[in-house]
């Protein structure tokens, strides 16, 4: 009884670990499940502040274009007329942290330009920042693009005559934006106005007198420009303030350059530890705004994710240790089972395959001298005949018959024919170097070679001619040589589908009785006689 118990201890052992298996296999495909809601709430959160970030460009672009409209209907604003509108929409959009007109001002224009103001502003003047960072008067060049008109004016004061030519980045956009009539924001930049770390960055929109539309005219119309200027984690904070999902770590990147550059974040890298929160991590492009391709990179605090998970994986996992253990008895019983058919199933088709490979190469090899057979021949030739018409090489065939072999059977009996048979089969088949050359016999005393690609065959087949004389078995009664020769007979073809492959094959024995009706051992090829002495005789015979 103690084989059994131990038989039984091992199955239940087995049984509990398989159930164990399932069971939190089970448990981990509901977690996995849970994960993929998470992620799937996630997006969609994610989303809907990226589109409450786009509608917040969006509107502030739409601020611009009202700042335009005062220019367009009125060839001359009045700091006044600037200043009301400008507050107005200052209330409403507190992320804005200023609107400024950026008039085109030639070298002539700037001391008019500079003394007109100084009525309001006695130290107004054209500015620009020295290497050091602070504010001197504006260098002399052709023209100027000053920040003329800044609402509000407290706490813009650094910027009030900055001239935005003097930066050359700046200027960069600034003939851009002209060229093309278009709005575009800039990289991130530190605003002149900014006493703190935090990024900013500058929207220009371009205003033309009339309407050009050639580039020509629009660099000679150009009136100025109109520009925005604003607090990139101000106006990020505004738009998501009012979105619903909490506890998101958030990320804006800058995608246009050819690095990556961080705008904002709310968040430290080394916060994100857990697997959960780094494969959650959700890059959301926005709409490209100002000639800018912002990014949206956000992932999931512990807190987001501890909120939506549930204690349904574990519960289930538990459940299922209880409950499939009978069942996994069961299971590892069929198992074993099966296992036991399945390797008997697998030995005896190992044996049928053996048995099939076995028959398959008896079936193709001459029993008495282990070469091919005449049927391992039939197949094999038809094989390359149909590869050389589709790759366009040649085939070649030697056929070969030993001289004279009627009389070594007479003279020196079945069991000597026997053996020379034999020895002459395998120094042929030694003869041969490659593995695509095929050595067969044809029948009685006649051997085959198929050679595909092969150069000049003519020499092999005198090397076997050679081979065969060098064995020195003795034939008495030969009229040719005291020892046992062979005549061959070679034919060469690049086949078509025109050609006709018995005819090839009948040529080759056409040649090999040529050989013999020309004396025996030696080799007859289809354009001339090659004698063992090495003489050549012409013997022009086409092959069909």
């Known amino acids: 009884m103690r084989p059994f118990n131990i ?85 409403r959009h507190p992320n804005i942290q200023a609107l400024e007109w950026i008039p085109r001002v030639s070298r ?134 009012y979105t619903g999902a909490q506890g998101i770590n958030l990320k804006l990147v800058d995608n246009t350059g050819v690095s990556a550059e961080r705008l904002y974040s709310n968040y430290s890298e080394d916060q994100l530890q857990d697997k959960t929160q780094q494969r959650l991590t959700y890059s959301k492009p926005l709409v490209r705004f100002g000639g800018r391709q912002w990014t949206l990179v956000a992932s999931p605090t512990l807190g987001y994710i501890a909120e939506r998970r549930s204690l349904l994986p574990f519960i289930i996992t538990a459940f299922g240790v209880l409950f499939v253990l009978l069942g996994g008895a069961y299971t590892f019983a069929v198992i074993r089972r099966t296992s036991l058919i399945k390797v008997e199933v697998e030995e005896r088709t190992q044996d049928l395959i053996e048995a099939k490979l076995e028959l398959e190469v008896l079936s193709h090899t001459d029993s008495l001298t282990k070469v091919a057979n005449r049927r391992k021949f039939d197949e094999q030739f038809e094989k390359e005949w149909y590869r050389a018409i589709r790759s366009k090489g040649s085939l070649s065939l030697i056929m070969i018959d030993i001289d004279n072999f009627k009389l070594f059977n007479d003279h020196y009996g079945h069991l000597a024919g026997d053996q020379c048979l034999k020895d002459v089969s395998k120094a042929l088949k030694h003869t041969l170097s490659r593995n695509t050359d095929l050595v067969a016999r044809y029948g009685g005393e006649e051997f085959v070679i198929l050679l595909p690609n092969t150069n000049e065959p003519h020499l092999l087949a005198d090397k076997c001619r050679n081979n065969i004389e060098k064995l020195h078995i003795p034939h008495a009664p030969s009229d040719v040589s005291e020892y046992v020769t062979i005549s061959l007979g070679i034919v060469t073809k690049v086949p078509t589908q025109n050609c006709d492959p018995d005819s090839f094959t009948d040529k080759a024995d056409q040649l090999l009785y040529k050989a013999k009706e020309l004396g025996k051992n030696r080799v007859c090829i289809d354009d001339a006689l090659l004698v063992k002495k090495g003489d050549v005789i012409d013997f022009k015979a086409p092959v069909n």
């Open 7 to 91: 038989f039984s201890n091992y199955i239940l052992l087995c049984s509990i670990l398989l159930g164990t298996a399932i069971s939190a296999g089970v448990g981990y495909t509901f977690y996995q499940n849970e994960v993929l809601a998470i992620e799937a709430d996630f997006k969609r959160d994610v989303d809907d502040k990226t589109t409450a970030l786009e509608r917040e460009l969006l509107i502030n672009l739409e601020v611009l274009y009202a700042v335009k409209g005062l220019f367009d209907s009125s060839d001359s604003v009045s700091a006044d007329e600037f200043a009301n509108l400008g507050s107005s929409f200052l209330v």
């Open 108 to 241: 002539e224009e700037r001391a008019g330009m500079e003394e007109a103001h100084r009525q309001n502003h006695p130290d107004f003047e054209f500015t620009e920042r020295e290497f050091q960072g602070s504010m001197i008067r504006a260098a002399e060049r052709s023209e100027y693009f000053p920040v003329y008109y800044v609402e509000p004016i407290e706490g813009n004061e650094v910027a009030f005559g900055f001239d935005l030519a003097s930066n050359s980045r700046r200027d960069k956009i600034l003939k851009k934006s002209r060229d093309l009539d278009l709005a575009l924001a800039t990289a991130s930049i530190t605003l002149v106005q900014e006493v703190s770390n935090q990024k900013g960055f500058l929207m220009f929109m371009p205003l033309f007198n009339g309407e050009p539309n050639t580039l020509i005219k629009r660099r000679e119309k150009l009136r100025g420009f109109v520009l925005g200027v604003y607090r990139i984690s101000d106006m990020f904070e505004t738009a998501i303030k």
